[in-house]
C-alpha cells in the first residue's frame, strides 16, 4: 500500500495562544502502527503548524516518496518497521536522502536509542508517551533548522575545499615565469569557466635557459574537472623539464603526446598545445603548434592574427601526428598574444559565438592598453558579450610574451 497524504488542519490559534505556523515544508510519517499513526496526526491537527502530512507504512514506501518529493521534508521515523529495525532504519534514510530532516520516533525504554539515531544522522528524537503539540511542532522545526544549517555549514567546507583545491592546482598550472633577467616580459591571466568549481586542464609556463633563450607553452587538456587538471600539470611539468634537459621543441610535441596518451584516465581525451622559442637575438620567434587555436601580434597599437602551421592534437591518432615549426619574424616592440578557446567560444547569440574574428576585432579595440590592461579587458568583454548567454562556460587562459625594448 502506498503514502497516504493527510491535509493539515489550520486551526487557528494554537496551544498557549500561538498563531499558525506556514511551515513551507512536507512532513512524513513512516508509522506502520494505525494507533501510533492516529496519534501523530491528531497531534499535528491540533499544533500550530500548516503542512500536510503523508503516512508511509515501510521504509521503502518512505524512500520512493522522498524521491520524488521536490519541497523539503521533516521525517517522522518509527524505527520498528516491517521492512526495517532500529538505527538500520535511521542509517539508511540518511544515506538515500540526506536534504531530509529526520526525527525518530521512539518507545519510554529506548531513550539510549534514541540518543544513537541523532549520533548517527537523525537531528532529533521524540518518545511517544511524551509527546505533545507544542513539542512535537516544536521538534519538527528545530529538526527543519538543524538540517538546514547542515546543509548550510557543509557547503562553506565544500567551498573552502575547493578554494584550496583551486589554489593548489593554480600553482603547478600557472607557475611563475623562471627568468633570468629582465629583458623580456610575461603578462598572465587564468579566469575559471562557470561550468565548473575546480579550474581544468588549461596550462601555461615560461622558462629562460642559460643561452638566454625564452621557451613558452600553452595548453588545453578536453574536459572539466580534477582528472583534466591533474593531466594538465603532469604535461606542464613534463614540458619544463624537456625544456630544462635541452629536448627540441618538435621532440617536446612529441613528448608531451606519449605522457598524455600514458596518463589519461579516457581514450577520448586530447590536449591542444602551441609552444614557442624566443632566439636571444630577439628578431624571430619559433612556434609549434598541435590542433590549438591561432594568435594575436601586437605591433604597437596594431593588432593582427596570425595563424602559424599546426599539426594534430595530442592523443586524437597517437603516433600519427606531425607537427612542424614555423619561424615568425619580430620587430622591436611585437609582442604575441597566446589564449585558450575558452576566450572566444562563448555564446553572444542564440546560434552565434564569439569566434576568432569576433575576438581579433575585440582586440583591435584594446590596442592601445598596456598588457595587463589589454589581457583584462579581452576577458571582461567575452564575459560580458557571453553572459546573457549564460556566460563563459569554458576556462580561460591568456599569456602575452614579448622582449622588452631598451633593456
Known amino acids: 500500500m502506498g503514502p497516504t497524504g493527510i491535509p493539515g488542519q489550520q486551526t487557528g490559534p494554537g496551544p498557549a495562544g500561538s498563531s499558525v505556523w506556514d511551515l513551507d515544508a512536507a512532513i512524513l510519517l513512516v508509522e506502520d502502527d494505525s494507533g501510533d499513526a492516529l496519534l501523530v496526526e491528531e497531534m499535528l491537527a491540533d499544533s500550530e503548524l500548516d503542512s500536510t502530512l503523508t503516512r508511509c507504512k515501510t521504509l521503502a514506501e518512505a524512500r520512493r516518496f522522498l524521491s520524488d518529493c521536490p519541497t523539503p521534508v521533516c521525517v517522522l521515523l518509527d524505527l520498528h518497521l516491517p521492512d526495517v529495525n532500529g538505527l538500520d532504519a ?10 531530509a530532516a529526520v526525527v525518530v520516533l521512539t518507545g519510554l525504554a529506548e531513550t539510549e536509542t534514541g540518543l544513537s539515531a541523532v549520533a548517527h544522522g537523525a537531528q532529533d528524537y521524540l518518545i511517544k508517551g511524551r509527546i505533545d503539540p507544542e513539542v512535537l511542532s516544536r521538534a519538527i522545526r528545530y529538526a527543519l533548522q538543524r538540517k538546514n544549517a547542515e546543509r548550510a555549514a557543509s557547503a562553506i567546507r565544500t567551498s573552502r575545499l575547493i578554494a584550496q583545491e583551486n589554489a593548489r592546482l ?71 623539464t ?38 636571444p637575438e630577439r628578431d624571430r620567434v619559433r612556434i609549434a603548434r598541435a590542433g590549438h587555436p591561432g594568435m594575436l601580434l601586437r605591433r604597437g ?40 578557446d575558452g576566450l572566444f567560444e562563448g555564446r553572444t547569440g542564440p546560434r552565434t559565438r564569439l569566434g576568432e574574428d569576433g575576438l581579433l576585432e575585440m582586440a583591435r579595440r584594446h590596442g592601445s592598453l598596456e598588457p595587463r590592461a589589454f589581457i583584462d579587458a579581452l576577458i571582461a568583454e567575452a564575459t560580458e558579450s557571453a553572459s546573457p548567454y549564460g556566460g563563459l562556460a569554458d576556462d580561460v587562459a591568456v599569456l602575452q610574451l614579448g622582449w622588452r625594448t631598451g633593456i
Open 90 to 99: 535511521v542509517r539508511q534514510l540518511v544515506q538515500s536522502s540526506p536534504d
Open 170 to 240: 593554480e600553482r603547478a598550472l600557472l607557475p611563475i615565469p623562471v627568468l633570468h633577467d629582465d629583458g623580456f616580459a610575461v603578462a598572465a591571466r587564468y579566469e575559471a569557466g562557470r561550468a565548473h568549481g575546480l579550474l581544468s586542464g588549461d596550462f601555461y609556463d615560461v622558462v629562460q635557459t642559460a643561452d638566454g633563450a625564452v621557451h613558452a607553452v600553452i595548453g588545453d587538456v578536453s574536459g572539466h574537472g580534477a582528472a583534466e587538471a591533474a593531466l594538465g600539470v603532469c604535461l606542464r611539468v613534463a614540458w619544463r
Open 242 to 279: 624537456a625544456v630544462l634537459t635541452g629536448v627540441s621543441q618538435l621532440q617536446k610535441i612529441r613528448l608531451l603526446e606519449e605522457i598524455l596518451v600514458a596518463e589519461r584516465s579516457d581514450p577520448h581525451v586530447f590536449a591542444t598545445v602551441t609552444t614557442l622559442v624566443f632566439p
Open 301 to 340: 597599437t596594431d593588432v593582427s592574427w596570425v595563424e602559424p602551421d599546426t599539426g594534430m592534437a595530442l592523443g586524437l591518432l597517437p603516433g600519427a601526428g606531425h607537427w612542424t615549426l614555423t619561424e615568425l619574424d619580430l620587430c622591436p616592440e611585437s609582442e604575441l598574444v597566446l589564449f585558450t
